[in-house]
């Protein structure tokens, strides 16, 4: 089994930053990607943005490109996503997760850690 935990939530004030870390455990595991995704209050989970391990080629979410950066931590299953200019939207719980079978295919998920921008 695989686990996926993060940590590095916090509440902070709009225009700050912050940077969340996604730790895997378990049983050792080779994945095509790793992911950030978040889910504001009341609505759906999105996509934030990835890293694909054989190149480190990333890509991201419209709405974050040039304030969110994802980052593979040495050459363990260690994820990292550096949060800069945060603003009141970017409230949410914030998921890491492995893609094991395939690209795009995210199939080992964390709890999650809550971010709070206030205005």
């Known amino acids: 089994q695989v686990h996926l935990v993060e940590s590095g939530g916090g509440t902070v004030q709009a225009g700050q930053s912050l940077r969340l870390s996604c730790t895997a455990s378990?049983?050792?595991?080779?994945?095509?990607?790793m992911g950030w995704f978040r889910q504001p209050p009341g609505k759906d989970r999105e996509f934030v943005g990835a890293?694909?391990?054989?190149?480190?080629?990333?890509s991201y979410a419209d709405s974050v490109k040039g304030r969110f950066t994802v980052s593979r931590v040495g050459t363990k299953n260690t994820l990292d996503l550096q949060i800069n200019s945060l603003k009141p939207e970017d409230t949410a719980v914030y998921f890491c997760?492995?893609?094991?079978?395939?690209?795009?295919?995210?199939?080992?998920w964390g709890q999650g850690t809550q971010v709070t921008v206030s205005s």
């Open positions: 997760a492995a893609a094991t079978i395939g690209r795009g295919q995210y199939n080992y």
């Open positions: 890293i694909r391990w054989i190149d480190g080629r990333t």
């Open positions: 378990g049983r050792t595991f080779s994945a095509y990607e």
